[in-house]
Antibody, heavy 112, light 111 residues
Framework: QVQLVQSGAEVKKPGASVKVSCKASGYTFSGSPMHWVRQAPGQGLEWMGWINGDNAGYSPKFQGRVSITRDTFATTVYMDLSSLRSEDTAVYYC???????WGQGTLVTVSS | QSVLTQPPSASGTPGQRVTISCSGSSSNIGSNPVDWYQQLPGTAPRLLIYSHNQRPSGVPDRFSASKSGTSASLAISGLQSEDEADYYCAAWDDSLNGLWVFGGGTKLTVL
């Protein structure tokens, strides 16, 4: 069965970077794009970007601060977010293209 | 604010039929399929409807969706207490290099 397992919670200081991983299994990894979506406390869902093959696309809101990469051999996708600020405190989800499969979410807390 | 517009709240009594609207534009709902998600507290969103009105395995047929022009709606018939959750619409947007856009979410209360 399809599984997306994300890395654990992170606490970061403002200005730092965070890298969240998403380990995929149960399907042909190379054939399916992956999205990253975040949700701030009490707020809605916000798309950050995606990776499709070796090409990544980003929301204009995060362009320049986010980088999405993947390791095909490790069947893992990574989301790097830099210049963190308190407003980046959120749960970050990886989502297999199609929307049916979501990771369990990774809480990133940005606090001084 | 979100690209897609949803009412912040909706409510109904058990057994009732409720609908949740989602308004967008020609670059998203007007030209692409709409998906609907259900999110229970503390959990990841669950796909309810995709490609306008298709349900993944395990989603009851009490959930249905429709689309007209640049608006879409989710209908829940035979409302049950376990339907109390947040609901989000989503669609691909063809502007710029393409982006996935969401509604702000609708909190459904079962009275």
């Amino acid at each position: 069965q399809v599984q997306l397992v994300q890395s654990g919670a992170e606490v970061k200081k403002p200005g730092a970077s965070v890298k969240v991983s998403c380990k995929a299994s149960g399907y042909t990894f190379s054939g399916s794009p992956m999205h990253w979506v975040r949700q701030a406390p009490g707020q809605g869902l916000e798309w950050m970007g995606w990776i499709n093959g070796d090409n990544a696309g980003y929301s204009p809101k995060f362009q320049g601060r986010v980088s999405i990469t993947r390791d095909t051999f490790a069947t893992t996708v990574y989301m790097d977010l830099s210049s963190l600020r308190s407003e980046d405190t959120a749960v970050y989800y990886c989502v297999k293209s199609g929307g049916e499969y979501w990771g369990q979410g990774t809480l990133v807390t940005v606090s001084s | 604010q979100s690209v897609l517009t949803q009412p912040p709240s909706a409510s109904g009594t058990p057994g009732q039929r409720v609908t949740i609207s989602c308004s967008g534009s020609s670059s998203n709902i007007g030209s692409n399929p709409v998906d609907w998600y259900q999110q229970l507290p503390g959990t990841a969103p669950r796909l309810l409807i995709y490609s306008h009105n298709q349900r993944p395995s395990g989603v009851p047929d009490r959930f249905s969706a429709s689309k007209s022009g640049t608006s879409a709606s989710l209908a829940i018939s035979g409302l049950q207490s376990e339907d109390e959750a947040d609901y989000y619409c989503a669609a691909w947007d063809d502007s710029l290099n393409g982006l996935w856009v969401f509604g702000g979410g609708t909190k459904l209360t079962v009275l």
